[in-house]
């Protein structure tokens, strides 16, 4: 499944914000997808991840009761809703799915296939 983000954009401290992130293929249903972050630095952290049917999710502790992820799999489409962001908020947004079927991704560590992201900017 490949996998592209949008949405991102510069914002002021306390707005918000709705990333896409748009699947193609037709076992798009049948994935985890989560979200990551990379500030500036090598590294990336876990935000947010939702099962293949959208019955569960996972959040990091920095973004619980600001963001929300969701999933339509009848347009192929995850998104993450972004209320009252912060500074520290600011970095490279990435999305990706699972190494296989049914697996939700939690952890950067092993993926190599990152796509190119797209960069949310909150301004302070």
């Known amino acids: 499944v490949q996998l592209q983000a949008s949405g991102g954009g510069v914002v002021q401290a306390g707005g918000s914000l709705r990333l896409s992130c748009a699947a193609s293929?037709?076992?798009?249903?049948?994935?985890?997808v989560g979200w990551f972050r990379q500030a500036p630095g090598p590294e990336r952290e876990f935000v947010t991840a939702i099962s293949r049917s959208g019955e569960y999710t996972y959040y990091a502790d920095s973004v619980k009761g600001r963001f929300t992820i969701s999933r339509d799999n009848a347009k192929n489409t995850v998104y993450l809703q972004m209320n009252s962001l912060k500074s520290e908020d600011t970095g490279l947004y990435f999305c990706i799915s699972g190494h296989q079927p049914g697996v939700v991704p939690t952890s950067p560590i092993g993926v190599t296939n990152w796509g190119k992201g797209t960069q949310v900017t909150v301004s302070s």
């Open positions: 293929g037709r076992t798009f249903s049948s994935y985890g």
